[in-house]
Antibody, heavy 122, light 107 residues
Framework: QVQLQESGPGLVKPSETLSLTCTVS??????????WTWIRQPPGKGLEWLGY???????YYNPSLKSRVTVSVEASKNQFSLKLTSLTAADTAVYYC??????????????WGQGNLVTVSS | DIQMTQSPSSLSASVGDRVTISCRAS??????LNWYQQKPGKAPKLLIY???RLESGVPSRFSGSGSGTDFTLTISSLQPEDFATYYC?????????FGQGTNLEIK
């Protein structure tokens, strides 16, 4: 059973860059059919898909974030990462890493990390 | 972007009740619709994928239906552990989007 675990800061200053890492165990970030994903949830609000990366290195992002988001993968460590630049208070959220399965009749986020609360404040 | 709208936003029900939650897409998404359950302080959990397919390990009291723009999640007989927030999500096109959530509370 795959497990995902986020790591990173809990507090970041406005205008700075957020960096989060997701460590995958019980599965490989190089596997076919899986896209490695970041999703966030502001306190008390709904879920927003930020972007994902496929093992080939192809990335897909939410246009709403314009050019602030970057997702990368480090296969040797079985990890993938999120960078979000130019932070504001509106970026305060729980950030989840997740696995998106794509194939056959299944296209969904089938495994999630526990979440990492990030507060943007000076 | 495809907008997903759930109804109701909140719902009170009792153990043993049959409950239905609706999700409407702003354009046709075929059957690319998934349902998740989220409990306070926890990550969402996949319940139903491709509109009607039950994820492994999910109790059979959960079922999904629909296609095109209108979808439904049904819980046939509510159990105490089912009180949570439920989200629909479309995988038809990027950016993937979620409904605003339905908070299922104990009556």
């Amino acid at each position: 059973q795959v497990q995902l675990q986020e790591s990173g800061p809990g507090l970041v200053k406005p205008s700075e860059t957020l960096s989060l890492t997701c460590t995958v165990s019980g599965g490989s970030v190089s596997s076919d059919n899986y896209f490695w994903t970041w999703i966030r949830q502001p306190p008390g609000k709904g879920l927003e898909w930020l972007g994902y990366i496929y093992n080939s290195g192809n990335t897909y992002y939410n246009p709403s974030l314009k050019s602030r988001v970057t997702v990368s993968v480090e296969a040797s460590k079985n990890q993938f990462s999120l960078k979000l630049t130019s932070l504001t208070a509106a970026d305060t959220a729980v950030y989840y890493c997740a696995r998106y399965y794509s194939g056959g009749n299944k296209y969904c986020f089938d495994s999630w990390g526990q979440g990492n609360l990030v507060t943007v404040s000076s | 972007d495809i907008q997903m709208t759930q109804s109701p936003s909140s719902l009170s029900a009792s153990v043993g009740d049959r409950v239905t939650i609706s999700c409407r897409a702003s354009q046709s998404i075929s059957s690319f619709l998934n349902w998740y359950q989220q409990k306070p302080g926890k990550a969402p959990k996949l319940l139903i994928y491709t509109a009607s397919r039950l994820e492994s390990g999910v109790p059979s009291r959960f079922s999904g239906s629909g296609s095109g723009t209108d979808f439904t999640l049904t819980i046939s007989s509510l159990q105490p552990e089912d009180f949570a927030t439920y989200y629909c999500q479309q995988s038809h096109s990027i950016p993937y989007t979620f409904g605003q959530g339905t908070n299922l509370e104990i009556k």
